[in-house]
C-alpha cells in the first residue's frame, strides 16, 4: 500500500514542478493553527499517520480530538476509496489499523494482522487467545452458547478464513453485563427494564456498524493483498532470470540450467529478490571454473561500494555548502571522539588510512570503542559485528581491499565465519569440507563429532547437496585441545569436566553470535555485488559498442565483427571504459580474436552469414517483416551459390541478393498451398505473392505445439516473425507449414461478415476497420442478475473459436454444426474501445525488443522492456515502433482487456453527461432517464442532447439461425 502511494505521488510531483513548495513548520502555528488545518485536511489518511511521527508538536495537533477531528474527517471524505471507520472508533486508530506497522497489540511481536472490527493487531498467538469461533467460546458457568443465543448479535465479529471469530474479552464482558442486568430485574428493579431494552439496542447498533465497517475494510486490505502477490511473481521472475545471466557469466552454459527448478528453489526459499541471494559458492560448483575474459569478484564489488559511497557525498555536499569547513587535526580529542560518533563506519576505516596518529586514535579499544559503536546504531543498514569480534576487524571485512590475508594477491574473497579473506587458490588449500575432516590420527571425523559444533563454519549449497566448511588450522587445533582434555577427565581429573562443559557453552554462543551477524553481511556483499555487476555489463556493452565503431571506421563489415569474443577481449583487458588509447592498445589481440578474416570451416561461414543476415534485416527499412529465419537463406546461399574458391567479398555481394531471392521464392511457395476460391484468375507472381496477406489465408505450423495460437498465422508478417521467434529455440522446427483449410473457412465468414470480400480483404484492412465481435455459442455469464458476454476482435474471435470450440469444429461439422458469432455497430464498437483504452495494463507482455533478439521466443512487460533498452542498448526512452515493437497479433487474454458487454433486453442507452466515455454504461430508457435527473441534475431529459439509443448488434452469422445465446437486436 505503501509503495502504490509512494509512486502515485512521485508521478504526481511532475505535474506540479510549477508550484513553489515552502515547509510545513514554517508557518505561524500559535496564530495560523486554522491555516495548518485547513492545510492537513487535504492531505491522505496515511499522510496524516506519517505526519504525526515527525515531531512531538505535530503529533499534539493530529492526535487532539477537538482541533483535529475535522481533519480526519475531510481527509476521509475526500478520498471515498479508503474504507470509512465506524462512529466507535476514532480517524487516527482506524488509520494505524490500516496503514501502520504490523506489530500485535499484546506481546509487540512483528507479523500482526489487523482485526478491523475489535480496532486491534493480534499476532498468530494472540490471535488464538483473545479471539475464537462461536463454538469455542463458554458462559461464566462453563457451558457452551448456542448458536442462537441473543449474545452475538451484540458483539461485532472478524470474518476469517475459518469462521466467524468473536473477541473474548468483549464476550465476556457483554455476558456479565447481561447477567447483572437480568438478576436485578428477576429481582423487581422495574426500572432497569428500559435501561436494559436501551443498552441492548445501542449494542446491536454498535456490532452492526463495525459489522459493515470491517467488511469494507476486509474487502479494501484484499485488493492489495492480490497487488503484492502478483508483484512477488513478477519479482520471482525477473529474480530467476538474472540469475539465470549470473550463472551465464560466470561460465555455465544455457542448456545445463534448470530454470523451472531454480523457480521452484526460489519460491521455496521466499525469495523474490535478488538482494537475498548470496552469490558465491552456493550458486557455482566448488571445483567449476570460470572461462577466460569474465571479471567479477570482490574487487568490483569494493570499487563499486567506493564508487556509490563516493557519489552520494557529492550529492549531499550542497547541503552543507554552507558551514565553515576545519582541519580536523586543529580539533582536541575528546571534541574529534565527538565527531567520529556521527560518521559511516566506511569513514571510520579511510580516516584511520590518513595518518599513524589517527590511527592510533581510532584504533585505541578504550577510546574508540563506543565510537564505532554508535556509529554501528547510527547506521542499521550496515551489518553490526558479533560480541566476540572488534568492530575495526569488522569494518576491515566489509570495505577492506580485496588483498589475500595468507599470499597477498588480489581478488580475495571476505570469509566472515572464519574472519579471514583468502583468495581461490589459498581457499582451497586452507579451507576443507566436514566428510574430508580428519583428527590427529588421521582418521575420518564423524558427523557427531563433539569439536564440530563448536568450531564457525561456512555453508557450501550445490543442487540438493549441504555441506560446512571449516578453517583447517582452527580445527586441528581444537581436536588437540579437546583430546588432551578428555585423556585428563578419563584420568579422573574431575574438576575439568564442569570446565570444559562451560567452556563449550561459550563456544557454541560465540560459534551462533557469528553465524547470526555473517548472513547479513553476506546479504550486504551480495547486494553490492549484483549492482556490480550489472554496472559492469552496462559499461561492457557500451565498450563493446565503441569498439564496433571503431572497427567499422576502420574499414571492417559490421557482419565480420564478432561481438561475443569483443566483449571476452575487453572483460580479460579489465577495460572499464573504452578509449581510443585503449583499443589502439589491444587492436593486435582484437584483430585476432574478433575479427572474421578467413572462414576456413562451415561453422564460421554459416556464423559469419547470420550475423551479415541479421545486419541486412535490420538496416533496411522493414526489412525483418518480410524476411524468413536465417537458417532458410543461409542454407540456400551455401547448398546453390557457395564455391570453394569463393573470396569473402564475393560473398559480401552476392548474399544480399540471395536473401531477396529466397523470401520472394518462399513467399510464392506459400502462394501455391492457397485454394482455387482464394487464388481466383491470378496469373502473375506478383498477384500470386500479394494473395498471401489475405485474411482468409491461414497457416499452421506443423511443428509447432504451442498452447497460444497452435501454430495459426496469418499473413507473411506472421509467418516470417513466427519463423524466426520460435526458430531460435528449436531450429527447423517451425520451417514447415501447411495450409489450415478449416480456420480459413471461418476466417472468411468473419470477413464477410464485417462488409469485406474474403478474396481481397487483407489482414492490415481488418485490423484498420477494428471491428468487434461477440460469440454466438458461449453462455453468457450472470452477474447481479444480468447477462455479460465478452467481446473479440476479429482475430480472438477467430482464436476463441479455434480454441473454445475446437472440439465443435471438428467433431460436427459433419452432422452440421454451424458456429455463431454477432458483429457489433459502429457506436458499441467505439463503447467498447474506450472501454479497452482505459483498462490497458503495463504487465501484459506484449513488448519485444527490435534493436536484439533477446525476446523473440518471449515477450516481456513494459517495465521489463524499458529495463532491458537501458541496460542493454542504453536507450532510457525507447521509440515505439523502432526500438521496441508491440506485438500486433498477441494471444487472447494478452493484448486488450476483453470488456464484458451487458446483453438484455432494451440496454441500448448512454448517457451523454457522463464526462469519462470509460465510465458510461449501458441503460434502459427509464433508468437512463432516472440516471439523469438524480446524479447530473437534469429536469427534462432530452433524446440525442443528453441520451442516445445505440444499436447493440449489426449483423449476425448465420441470419436464419433458429436459435441465439442473446435477446436484443
Known sequence: MKKQHRMFWQKERTNRTTLTYFPLTSLPLDAGLEVVCQVLGFLHPMDLFAVAQVSRLMRAIILNRKIARDVWRNAYRRHPDLPAPPSTISEPRWTFLCFGPDICSMCGDRGATPFFAFSKKYCLDCSGDFTALPANIKDAAGKHLGIRDPVWDLLPYERTLTGFRYHIPDVESVLKKLTLMQILIDHKVK???????????????????????????????????????????????????????????????????????????????????????????????????????????????IGHLKKQYRLSCRMNRWRISHIKSFKL?????????????????????????????????????????????????????????PRSIPEPRWTQLLYGPDICMVCGRNGAKSLFSFLKRYCPTCEGNLIIRTDELQNHLGAEVRLQNIVLPLLPHENYVWGNGHQKLHDISDVRTMMRKVAVVQVLIDRRVTKLSHIFAGDQKVLKERVAGIDKSSVPAKSLLSEHGEQAYIEFCVFAEFAVQRCSKWLTGMGYKPWAI???????????????????????????????????????????????????????????????????????????????????SMELED?????????????????????????????????????????????????????????????????WKAICLHMRNYGRDARGNCLKYSFNDKVSYYASLIVSLSGLDPCTASDDDMDQRNDRFICGVCRPSRRHRVSFLPTYTWFDMLLHLWHGHCRKLLWRRGEGFIPSFHLLSPATKDFVVDHESIQFRDKWHIWRCNKCHAHDSHWVSWPEIRSHTLTKHLIDEPEIGKDIVRMKHAPIQSRHCRVKLRVEPDLDCVCLKCPEPWRRTLFTEEVVLRHLRSNHAVSSPSKDVDWIKIKIVQATYPSNLPFSNIRIV
Request: charged residues 25%; positive net charge; glycine residues 6%.
Open 191 to 301: 426500572s432497569l427494564t428500559a435501561i436494559f431494552n436501551t443498552d441492548k439496542s445501542l449494542l446491536l447498533a454498535r456490532a452492526s456498524e463495525r459489522k459493515k465497517c470491517s467488511l469494507k475494510a476486509l474487502r479494501w486490505r484484499a485488493t492489495f493483498i492480490g497487488l503484492a502477490s502478483s508483484e512477488q511473481r513478477i519479482a520471482l521472475r525477473v529474480a530467476s532470470d538474472k540469475i539465470f545471466e549470473l550463472l551465464c557469466g560466470l561460465g555455465y552454459r544455457p542448456w545445463d540450467i534448470n530454470q523451472a527448478r531454480l523457480e521452484r528453489l526460489l519460491e521455496g526459499s521466499r525469495v523474490h529478490n535478488l538482494k537475498a541471494i548470496k552469490r558465491g559458492p552456493e550458486l557455482r560448483d566448488r571445483g567449476s571454473s570460470r572461462p577466460d575474459g569474465i571479471v567479477t569478484g570482490p574487487r568490483d564489488v
Open 329 to 385: 587535526p586543529d580539533l582536541s580529542t575528546d571534541i574529534g571522539l565527538i565527531v567520529f560518533e556521527f560518521l559511516h563506519p566506511i569513514d571510520l576505516y579511510h580516516l584511520g588510512l590518513t595518518s599513524k596518529r589517527t590511527r592510533g586514535i581510532i584504533l585505541n579499544k578504550s577510546l574508540c570503542s563506543p565510537v564505532w559503536k554508535k556509529a554501528y546504531k547510527r547506521h542499521p543498514d550496515v551489518p553490526a559485528p
Open 562 to 644: 564478432d561481438a561475443y569474443n569483443l566483449d571476452k577481449v575487453l572483460r580479460s583487458a579489465r577495460v572499464r571504459k573504452a578509449t581510443l588509447r585503449v583499443f589502439h592498445r589491444l587492436l593486435p589481440e582484437i584483430q585476432q580474436s574478433a575479427i572474421y578474416t578467413d572462414p576456413r570451416d562451415i561453422y564460421t561461414r554459416k556464423r559469419l552469414l547470420t550475423g551479415m543476415y541479421a545486419y541486412y534485416e535490420h538496416h533496411p527499412d522493414g526489412a525483418w517483416t518480410v524476411l524468413p529465419h536465417s537458417d532458410l537463406t543461409v542454407k540456400v546461399f551455401l547448398e546453390n551459390h557457395y564455391d570453394e
Open 651 to 715: 560473398m559480401e555481394r552476392l548474399f544480399p541478393k540471395v536473401i531477396a531471392t529466397t523470401a520472394q521464392d518462399e513467399k510464392l511457395r506459400f502462394a501455391n498451398l492457397l485454394p482455387n476460391h482464394l487464388m481466383g484468375a491470378t496469373s502473375s507472381g506478383e498477384d500470386q505473392i500479394c494473395k498471401v496477406d489475405l485474411a482468409a489465408a491461414t497457416f499452421s505450423c506443423v511443428g509447432c505445439h504451442r498452447r497460444e495460437d497452435r501454430g495459426v498465422q496469418i499473413g
